[in-house]
């Protein structure tokens, strides 16, 4: 599995920030928002439960989450990028939402002994991440007995396949060019090598299996294009 430069990471998430929420929305024509729906409604977070947001970026997933666990339970986001991570705390401050906990934090530091959640969730983190392996294991960690994660990020199709060109020709010839007007295709460019180093449906599943999640399930959604891995542990 290909190791990532974590400051290389990191410089990417800080630079883009203030046109993240901007550019994805338009990048996704607003789809993303439904995906993120559709992965909290396959968790099925309840009131009462404690939650993390891996990877949050601008917070997202731990918005949707909030909504269902509050009032009796928890949502923390966390993320390593300390200007992502101020976009989704003045997103908080903005609608006066004082119950989402914001943490700066490398998630391979987070101590096991100390953080024990209900549910994991993480959208687009997982690809990013220096070792999704170590990633996936990380979660195992962190989750209490019965816990349950969920994933969102690309598809990695078979080369090739439809799924594979249409994604292929949608980054080049879509998301590398708007980008461009925003100083960003560097960054932006960044995503299509991620989704090649990153395991396909079936690999993701034999992983975790591996490390002892007892339920696993990946199904693709838009046309192949993205991907949710459903663990339980
Ligand atoms: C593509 S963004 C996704 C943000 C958000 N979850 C979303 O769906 O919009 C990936 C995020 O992962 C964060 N990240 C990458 N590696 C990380 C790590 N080891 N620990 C914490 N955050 C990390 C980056 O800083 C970035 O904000």
Same mark, same amino acid.
């Given at each position: 599995?290909?190791?990532?430069?974590?400051?290389?990471?990191?410089?990417?998430?800080?630079?883009?920030?203030?046109?993240?929420?901007?550019?994805?929305?338009?990048?996704?024509?607003? @789809?993303?928002?439904?995906? &993120?729906?559709? /992965?909290?409604? /396959?968790?099925?977070?309840?009131?009462?439960?404690?939650?993390?947001?891996?990877?949050?970026?601008?917070?997202?997933?731990?918005?949707?989450?909030?909504?269902?666990?509050?009032?009796?339970?928890?949502?923390?986001?966390?993320?390593?990028?300390?200007?992502?991570?101020?976009?989704?705390?003045?997103?908080?401050?903005? !609608?006066?939402?004082?119950?989402?906990?914001?943490?700066?934090?490398?998630?391979?530091?987070?101590?096991?002994?100390?953080?024990?959640?209900?549910?994991?969730?993480?959208?687009?983190?997982?690809?990013?991440?220096?070792?999704?392996?170590?990633?996936?294991?990380?979660?195992?960690?962190?989750?209490?007995?019965?816990?349950?994660?969920?994933? @969102?990020?690309?598809?990695?199709?078979?080369?090739?396949?439809?799924?594979?060109?249409?994604?292929?020709?949608? /980054?080049?010839?879509?998301?590398?060019?708007?980008?461009?007007?925003?100083? @960003?295709?560097?960054?932006?460019?960044?995503?299509?090598?991620?989704?090649?180093?990153?395991?396909?449906?079936?690999?993701?599943?034999?992983?975790?299996?591996?490390?002892?999640? &007892? &339920?696993?399930?990946?199904?693709?959604?838009?046309?192949?294009?993205?991907? !949710?891995? !459903?663990?339980?542990?």
């Amino acid at each position: 599995m290909k190791y990532k430069k974590v400051n290389e990471v990191k410089t990417i998430f800080n630079k883009i920030s203030y046109s993240y929420d901007f550019l994805n929305s338009l990048l996704s024509l607003g @789809l993303h928002k439904h995906w &993120k729906n559709q /992965l909290v409604d /396959l968790l099925k977070p309840i009131d009462g439960e404690n939650w993390a947001d891996l990877c949050c970026g601008t917070g997202d997933l731990s918005f949707l989450i909030f909504n269902k666990v509050w009032p009796n339970g928890s949502i923390t986001g966390i993320d390593s990028a300390k200007g992502i991570l101020n976009i989704a705390k003045e997103r908080s401050k903005l !609608i006066g939402n004082k119950f989402i906990s914001w943490e700066m934090q490398d998630i391979f530091e987070i101590d096991e002994n100390l953080k024990i959640y209900d549910g994991i969730c993480m959208s687009y983190g997982l690809r990013n991440l220096v070792n999704v392996e170590e990633g996936l294991r990380k979660v195992f960690n962190l989750l209490s007995e019965n816990g349950r994660a969920g994933f @969102l990020d690309f598809n990695h199709s078979r080369i090739n396949s439809p799924a594979d060109i249409f994604q292929k020709i949608y /980054l080049r010839v879509v998301v590398v060019p708007i980008s461009r007007i925003f100083k @960003l295709s560097k960054e932006y460019s960044y995503i299509e090598k991620s989704i090649q180093n990153f395991p396909k449906g079936n690999k993701l599943m034999e992983i975790a299996k591996g490390l002892g999640f &007892k &339920k696993v399930e990946y199904r693709t959604i838009f046309f192949n294009q993205m991907g !949710i891995l !459903i663990l339980e542990k």
